[in-house]
């Protein structure tokens, strides 16, 4: 959690992804999702974090000292802009954050051919979601993500295609579904932890 914002998005989102982690891979899954404060040194120790809103986000110092301190030491956080828009608040906000920290250039687009969508399952390129086109963001669907590389590795993913909502439901209910939407979930962790 940040200071500024919503980051409280998508509360169901978690325990739908931790039970597909369960459920198709080998991983130990720690069952139980943790709220850790991005200014608190405890989120330098996480494997994988998970950040999201729909506002404005201004870290605050200690926020922005953590934020880069645990992506060059080596920690993976994917960012979720829930309004699904290139241009809203969420986006040029942290956007900005990410260039304060990491410089004006370091968020590029990643190709579709990245590793991250042959992690685990097979994807050809970033899975669009059914948020995109419904009035409330920039009505685009976004054919790719962004990322920040670290010694040639991703350590940063950025969408802006709300996967956090689309994710956001009780994981008892995937059996209605034809195909399982948090798969693409699955391969991020796995990149993530290099698994």
Same mark, same amino acid.
């Given at each position: 959690? /940040?200071?500024?914002?919503?980051?409280?998005?998508?509360?169901?989102?978690?325990?739908?992804?931790?039970?597909?982690?369960?459920?198709?891979?080998?991983?130990?899954?720690?069952?139980?999702? *943790?709220?850790?404060?991005?200014?608190?040194?405890?989120?330098?120790?996480?494997?994988?974090?998970?950040?999201?809103?729909?506002?404005?986000?201004?870290?605050?110092?200690?926020?922005?000292?953590?934020?880069? *301190?645990?992506?060059?030491?080596?920690?993976?956080?994917?960012?979720?802009?829930?309004?699904?828009?290139?241009?809203?608040?969420?986006?040029?906000?942290?956007?900005?954050?990410?260039? *304060?920290?990491?410089?004006?250039?370091?968020?590029?687009?990643?190709?579709?051919?990245?590793?991250?969508?042959?992690?685990?399952?097979?994807?050809?390129?970033?899975?669009?979601?059914?948020?995109?086109?419904?009035?409330?963001?920039?009505?685009?669907?976004?054919?790719?993500?962004?990322?920040?590389?670290?010694?040639? *590795?991703?350590?940063?993913? /950025?969408?802006?295609?709300? !996967?956090?909502?689309?994710?956001? !439901?009780?994981?008892?209910?995937?059996?209605?579904?034809?195909?399982?939407?948090?798969?693409?979930?699955?391969?991020?962790?796995?990149?993530?932890?290099?698994?």
């Amino acid at each position: 959690m /940040y200071e500024s914002g919503d980051w409280d998005v998508d509360i169901r989102m978690p325990s739908n992804v931790l039970n597909s982690l369960v459920e198709y891979t080998t991983l130990r899954v720690d069952p139980v999702e *943790r709220v850790i404060a991005l200014s608190d040194a405890k989120m330098l120790e996480a494997p994988f974090c998970y950040l999201a809103g729909h506002k404005l986000v201004q870290f605050t110092p200690a926020e922005r000292k953590n934020f880069e *301190r645990y992506v060059r030491g080596g920690g993976f956080v994917f960012v979720d802009d829930c309004n699904h828009d290139i241009d809203g608040l969420f986006a040029k906000s942290f956007e900005a954050e990410l260039a *304060r920290i990491f410089g004006p250039k370091a968020l590029k687009k990643i190709p579709n051919n990245h590793p991250i969508y042959s992690s685990f399952f097979q994807f050809d390129g970033p899975p669009n979601t059914g948020n995109e086109l419904n009035g409330w963001g920039d009505d685009l669907v976004h054919d790719y993500l962004k990322a920040i590389d670290i010694n040639g *590795r991703v350590r940063v993913l /950025y969408s802006n295609k709300d !996967y956090g909502c689309e994710w956001d !439901y009780d994981f008892r209910n995937k059996r209605w579904l034809v195909v399982d939407n948090t798969r693409f979930a699955v391969n991020i962790i796995q990149y993530a932890l290099g698994a």
